[in-house]
């Protein structure tokens, strides 16, 4: 069998193996691949595993080997998966990998945001607490999480993590999500409230929702607009749940009091961002995923993937 990894580069930098996926066969490695070169580096696979890779249905009729596609990712938005399906091509994600992860970069944004200690810091370093007059120079706002009201929108598995945190600060959190589970009300302390009143009662609002059709764009300037005031926004999803350029007008008016931000519609960035160089809007590469550990499970998953797929028994099929 070949299996062909099409852009290794996005889970690896040597620090984590992959000499494991050569327990099923002939393994071809790339470490990134270019969109006109994709189908010749897969035209004779039987197995693929990708992260961001757009395999397009030209390019899966263009493998008549290919029987199964292995996502790096929890996302599936490169993919069609209708062509995959009619194709006969099972395509498996890596759910739940990275959860602990993201809830910990959410709450990285939101107590950057809240007690400021990056800015602080400088201020130290800078010199300024020498000169300050006071043992406790009050330069900078600070806020306490308790007692605040956390908005999530989307209750997967990142959702609930997230929950669970902002509840042990003492926050109140209220939920928007497609489907609706009363009994995770009591289970989760949480609240399930319509889309509005999210949006209006929320002084935080984290995003964990996939990236499909009906969430392309949602967050736009009419959403932020009703916002709470001074509200914060946070996104680890997916860059194209949100307009870039309505968020950006939204913090520089002051309706917003800041975002964090771990994607964007286009990666990488590009020169012309919106997001870039407002000083209330903190931006990471899309690394919410990226620690060491969470690669290492997340291999570890996709191993695990093509193994129950050759059992006869696949797991997490989203085509």
Not at 70 to 94: P, R, W
Not at 95 to 107: E, H, I, N, R
Not at 197 to 210: A, F, G, K, N, Y
Not at 245 to 252: G, H, Q, R
Request: hydrophobic content about 45%; overall charge negative.
């Amino acid at each position: 069998m070949k299996l062909v990894i099409t852009d290794a580069a996005t889970v690896t930098n040597g620090d984590v193996d992959l000499s494991c996926f050569s327990d099923f066969g002939e393994v071809i490695s790339y470490p990134l691949t270019a969109p006109d070169l994709l189908a010749q580096r897969v035209k004779d696979a039987d197995f693929v595993l990708c992260n961001k890779s757009r395999m397009t249905r030209e390019v899966m009729e263009g493998a008549k080997h290919l029987k199964y596609i292995g996502l790096f990712a929890t996302g599936y938005n490169n993919i069609d998966t209708s062509a995959a399906k009619e194709l006969g091509i099972t395509v498996c994600n890596a759910g739940s990998y990275s959860t602990d992860a993201v809830a910990q970069l959410v709450f990285s944004f939101l107590l950057h945001h809240a007690s400021r200690a990056a800015e602080y810091n400088n201020f130290v370093q800078q010199g300024s607490w020498i000169k300050s007059a006071t043992f406790s120079p009050f330069v900078f706002d600070m806020t306490e999480l308790a007692g605040k009201t956390m908005g999530i929108f989307g209750f997967g598995s990142i959702g609930k993590k997230v929950a669970r945190i902002a509840l042990s600060f003492g926050m109140k959190v209220l939920v928007t999500t497609r489907t609706v589970h009363q009994e995770e009300e009591a289970a989760y302390g949480v609240s399930f409230v319509d889309f509005d009143t999210l949006l209006s009662s929320s002084d935080v609002i984290t995003v964990h929702c996939p990236l499909t059709d009906r969430t392309a764009g949602l967050f736009d300037r009419t959403v932020f607009s009703k916002m709470k005031q001074g509200a914060y926004f946070i996104n680890t999803s997916r860059g194209g749940v949100l307009v870039e350029s309505a968020l950006a007008e939204a913090v520089k008016s002051g309706h917003l009091s800041g975002a964090g931000i771990d994607v964007l519609t286009t990666e990488p960035m590009l020169p012309d961002c919106p997001l870039l160089g407002i000083d209330a809007i903190t931006i990471t590469p899309h690394i919410a995923w990226a620690p060491r550990e969470t690669r290492e499970r997340l291999i570890g998953i996709v191993y695990d993937n093509i193994k129950a797929f050759l059992d006869g028994h696949p797991v997490h099929v989203v085509s």
